[in-house]
């Protein structure tokens, strides 16, 4: 079973701190992508990595996939209001089969 | 900016009746998929379908569901008999044409099945 564990699964903090959030897996995936959801809302598409080590920035999102294409991390510098919601990262393996495997989910809350 | 359209919002049913999803998709894609999202839980996958025929499909699509794409544009998810535990937000999402690695899926607002 391919699992994706994200850490941690809530986040409260105040408006100008960073954070990172931790995407963790055991499996391989050949390519990641990070969601942004809001309540009641699909996913919306922030970012796609799919070298080992790349690191992509989205203004004050920087994604990083890790060497071995198991982990991924976003960090948010300066984070504000605008940036609650729920992250979520989604794993693919390209091949036989296309479907995302998503991630458990971190809440974040940025109060002003 | 294309985007991937799903109706109704919020469909309320009785156990046991059949209810039918719609999506459609972003024009220029040609790979189309289901997944839904119980609620407080994971996004997890129901199907994907590419050239009108399911790819893949995933231990909770069932004989009771089934998907079809009538026509050029639109793509549907039909439940045959809801059970209490189909209560969930159902998503459509697509993806243009093969592109290696990149597995780019944009998907719709969703929409919210009620099973009575």
């Known amino acids: 079973t391919q699992l994706l564990e994200q850490s941690p699964q809530f986040l409260s903090i105040q408006e100008g701190e960073n954070l990172t959030v931790y995407c963790n897996s055991s499996?391989?995936?050949?390519?990641l992508q990070w969601y942004r959801q809001e309540p009641g809302e699909g996913p919306v598409l922030l970012v796609t990595?799919?070298?080992?080590?790349e690191v992509k920035k989205l203004k004050r999102l920087t994604f990083q996939f890790g060497d071995a294409r198991k982990d991924s991390s976003l960090h948010i510098t300066a984070a504000q209001p605008g940036d609650t919601g729920l992250y979520l990262c989604?794993?693919?393996?390209?091949?036989?089969?296309?479907?995302?495997?998503f991630g458990t989910g971190t809440r974040l809350q940025v109060f002003p | 900016e294309p985007e991937v359209t799903q109706t109704p919002s919020h469909q309320v049913t009785q156990m046991g009746q059949e209810v039918i999803l719609r999506c459609v998709p972003i024009?220029?894609?040609?790979?189309f998929y289901w997944y839904r999202q119980i609620l407080g839980q994971k996004v997890e996958f129901l199907v994907s379908?590419?050239?009108?025929?399911?790819?893949?499909k995933s231990e909770i699509f069932d004989d009771q569901f089934s998907v079809e794409r009538p026509d050029g544009s639109n793509f549907t998810l039909k439940i045959r008999s809801t059970k209490l535990e189909d209560s969930a937000m159902y998503f459509c999402?697509?993806?243009?044409?093969?592109?290696?690695?990149?597995?780019?899926?944009?998907f719709g607002p969703g929409t919210r099945l009620t099973v009575l």
């Open positions: 989604a794993g693919a393996k390209w091949g036989n089969t296309d479907k995302l495997i």
């Open positions: 999402a697509s993806r243009e044409e093969f592109r290696g690695p990149y597995n780019e899926q944009f």
């Open positions: 379908f590419y050239n009108n025929e399911i790819s893949e």
């Open positions: 024009s220029n894609h040609l790979y």
């Open positions: 990595v799919v070298t080992g080590g």
């Open positions: 499996s391989v995936f050949s390519s």
